[in-house]
């Protein structure tokens, strides 16, 4: 199979405190262990949430899809 480029979009995935509404939820490096959920932290209110995905994330979807 040859190697194949298509030009794609960059999308940004963020995840948006339940607490405050405001701040989006940063993964908390300090916390990485090897368990169910990534811990994360408002960035405003410092809100502690554990969450299922690491945020932000990035995605790629193809152009015009
Ligand atoms: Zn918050």
Known sequence: MPETKRPVTPLEVNYI??????????????QAVERQGIDHICVICGHQQTLDSSYPRYEFVGVGE
């Open 17 to 30: 405190c339940d607490k405050c509404n405001h701040g989006m939820m940063m993964e908390d490096p300090s």
